[in-house]
DNA sequence: GCCGTCTTGTCAAGATATTGTCTAGGACAA
DNA sequence: TTGTCCTAGACAATATCTTGACAAGACGGC
């Protein structure tokens, strides 16, 4: 295996509590494993104690994941690096990207993916981040919060991460806010948090190399950027190079960024406004200005309540992040058309060019 | 290892009591570390006192953070900066991904960093990001834009990074925008990508141990929230411990993060808006409800808009951060003495040992 | 089905290593 | 004089190490 020529990523100067946090492995179950499989060869320091280079942790954590999927240690730890992420890759690809990012090293190749059911064991261990988390808001501690949630990412995979733990999080605090058990603060608090952790989530599981480019924002007079980047997020760990550009975007911006960067998709989140004039407008003009191959999703609550906007301009509806990866996967996959809500075939006027420079 | 010339134009003139403010760090810590690893190597005054550069206050903050991730001082205390930096951020996707990009030449011209801190060329090379920054957001290139941001961080001081950098280049970018150089496209493109990186330096910044707590936000009717981070990440890099909550904030809210928190400052950010009605209408209400011994501080153009309200509500305002970090500073110096006439939370009362974890 | 064996994760105890804080005695600065 | 800073050493709190034991399943044979 060739070796690779960053001082930063060989030096091997984790200690073992680092390694517990980036794999979700106990201390114990990494050094017994060491000891009775030899997974790992950590060095050691003057004084005795075992150093961990980010190669480590990253088979580490291989490991751990393939573990998940029903292997026995015994067996998986003599497969090689190559082997075990090929273990991973059917089951979850997502874990690629994400994994990707903290070791600073897997290559960022699997982004096929078959099944996208994290199962059931991924669901229990979102529960229990749920809980953490929920508490660490309740005592108004944003930065245990943020490392629950990095952590989280982590140790689930990036599917796991944004469904059964982001997503349920949010309804859970408004909820709580609602029935009067936390304060908006807490709300408002959690959100800060939240955002910048989708944020990172995305620019860290966007792929580097070129490949299908998704633009994503929310209209003009659309305040509410969580959702947005939440699709941000998902679509980046479904392998999109997503562009990501903060919320209340006119439409003539959305276009010319759309043109400029040249992407496939275009996801506007929008929150529940009923009522809302401005909206249907800015659809409408942004289906106007819109090259006819770009394809449209509208995510959120928001896109319920302009259903016949929605149709009209020919735009996907995704009801939750589930839909929304499949239509963009369908996307992805050669075809044009995106499958709107109700059937109908959406976009997709492939004879217009959108005339690129 | 090159010993490079120190320029007498970075001067080397804070006293260790300001390195304690700035880095969160004990002053025990900070001779322990230099005793024992060598972390830096102040200049002593005639008497034998310890004098500390911009850019050891800069290494030890660097050291302190990357300590909080579980590493130990004693392997971290030999790493470079650049080295530093990457286990601080380990999600170095981004450089990866124009390493691949641009993969054409040689991966030693991006590992091979110039300058770490020159004194008096702090400001030549500031304006050199500056002109790269934005020959990026010209092309549209987010993703370079972001890489190039987070290197200067890391290359200039936190001070500087700000100061020279991020403000002239917004003020470049409305200015650009204004005259038609560049669309409102770009800049919400590089307004996106600013907020992450100055979100990602605030947090990073911020010293992980109980200190000086300072709430920033901006008031409802705000959604302009650039100036709100800017504010943020200063606060951060000069030792508060920062808890920023987003835009728009509603003043119950607000009052009500500063009590949980047991905050001694508040730090709000106003955009020009003139004939705003609703933010003089929140500031008085927002007097009335926080606590007496909460220092307000307004920053940004608002703040001179609304001048009477600002004197109304005993509220400093700051006309840049320079100036806003000096009203911090005196918060910070002269509130040792002022006792909390509300009993909330004692917060960290300086002077003596503060707990670590 | 039942029972022994194997696998695997967890725990305990006793010893070291590492690190942050504190004390004491003295010097310097305003 | 008073407050800040310096050095050196002592000390307490964690983190980690090693060895060994053990419980819960999984598995195979009867």
Same mark, same amino acid.
């Given at each position: 295996?060739?070796?690779?020529?960053?001082?930063?990523?060989?030096?091997?100067?984790?200690?073992?509590?680092?390694?517990?946090?980036?794999?979700?492995?106990?201390?114990?179950?990494?050094?017994?494993?060491?000891?009775?499989?030899?997974?790992?060869?950590?060095?050691?320091?003057?004084?005795?104690?075992?150093?961990?280079?980010?190669?480590?942790?990253?088979?580490?954590?291989?490991?751990?994941?393939?573990?998940?999927?029903?292997?026995?240690?015994?067996?998986?730890?003599?497969?090689?690096?190559?082997?075990?992420?090929?273990?991973? %890759?059917? *089951?979850? !690809?997502?874990?690629?990207? $994400? +994994?990707?990012?903290?070791?600073?090293? =897997? &290559?960022?190749?699997? /982004?096929?993916?078959?099944?996208?059911?994290?199962?059931?064991?991924?669901?229990?261990?979102?529960?229990?981040?749920?809980?953490?988390?929920?508490?660490?808001?309740?005592?108004?501690?944003?930065?245990?919060?943020?490392?629950?949630?990095?952590?989280?990412?982590?140790?689930?995979?990036?599917?796991?991460?944004?469904?059964?733990?982001?997503?349920?999080?949010?309804?859970?605090?408004?909820?709580?806010?609602?029935?009067?058990?936390?304060?908006?603060?807490?709300?408002?608090?959690?959100?800060?948090?939240?955002?910048?952790?989708?944020?990172?989530?995305?620019?860290?599981?966007?792929?580097?190399?070129?490949?299908?480019?998704?633009?994503?924002?929310?209209?003009?007079?659309?305040?509410?950027?969580?959702?947005?980047?939440?699709?941000? %997020?998902? *679509?980046? !760990?479904?392998?999109?190079? $997503? +562009?990501?550009?903060?919320?209340?975007? =006119? &439409?003539?911006?959305? /276009?010319?960024?759309?043109?400029?960067?040249?992407?496939?998709?275009?996801?506007?989140?929008?929150?529940?406004?009923?009522?809302?004039?401005?909206?249907?407008?800015?659809?409408?003009?942004?289906?106007?200005?819109?090259?006819?191959?770009?394809?449209?999703?509208?995510?959120?609550?928001?896109?319920?309540?302009?259903?016949?906007?929605?149709?009209?301009?020919?735009?996907?509806?995704?009801?939750?992040?589930?839909?929304?990866?499949?239509?963009?996967?369908?996307?992805?996959?050669?075809?044009?058309?995106?499958?709107?809500?109700?059937?109908?075939?959406?976009?997709?006027?492939?004879?217009?060019?959108?005339?690129?420079?």
């Amino acid at each position: 295996m060739p070796v690779p020529a960053r001082t930063a990523a060989l030096a091997a100067i984790h200690p073992i509590q680092v390694v517990t946090r980036r794999t979700g492995l106990s201390a114990d179950v990494i050094r017994v494993w060491e000891k009775r499989y030899g997974v790992v060869t950590p060095v050691r320091s003057a004084g005795g104690r075992r150093l961990y280079s980010d190669a480590d942790i990253e088979r580490l954590r291989l490991l751990a994941h393939a573990t998940l999927s029903g292997g026995t240690i015994g067996r998986l730890a003599a497969l090689s690096p190559e082997a075990l992420a090929a273990l991973i %890759a059917p *089951a979850d !690809a997502s874990t690629g990207a $994400v +994994t990707g990012i903290d070791a600073a090293r =897997p &290559a960022h190749e699997a /982004v096929r993916r078959p099944s996208p059911v994290p199962g059931g064991t991924a669901m229990t261990a979102a529960r229990d981040h749920l809980d953490t988390s929920l508490a660490a808001i309740t005592r108004f501690d944003g930065v245990a919060l943020d490392l629950l949630l990095r952590r989280a990412a982590i140790a689930l995979s990036a599917e796991a991460f944004l469904d059964a733990l982001v997503v349920p999080l949010t309804e859970r605090i408004a909820a709580h806010v609602r029935d009067g058990t936390l304060r908006p603060a807490h709300r408002h608090l959690a959100h800060a948090v939240l955002r910048r952790v989708l944020d990172h989530v995305t620019t860290t599981a966007t792929p580097p190399l070129p490949s299908r480019d998704v633009v994503v924002t929310t209209p003009s007079g659309q305040g509410q950027e969580l959702g947005a980047l939440l699709a941000a %997020a998902a *679509a980046a !760990a479904d392998g999109w190079r $997503v +562009t990501y550009m903060g919320p209340g975007l =006119p &439409a003539e911006d959305i /276009v010319e960024t759309v043109e400029r960067i040249g992407a496939r998709a275009l996801v506007l989140s929008l929150g529940a406004a009923p009522g809302d004039r401005v909206i249907p407008r800015e659809l409408r003009r942004l289906r106007a200005l819109l090259p006819g191959d770009v394809a449209v999703l509208l995510e959120g609550a928001g896109a319920e309540v302009h259903r016949s906007v929605t149709a009209e301009i020919r735009a996907a509806a995704p009801r939750d992040l589930a839909e929304m990866r499949e239509q963009l996967r369908a996307l992805a996959d050669g075809s044009d058309d995106v499958p709107t809500s109700d059937g109908t075939a959406a976009a997709a006027a492939p004879g217009r060019g959108r005339g690129r420079r």
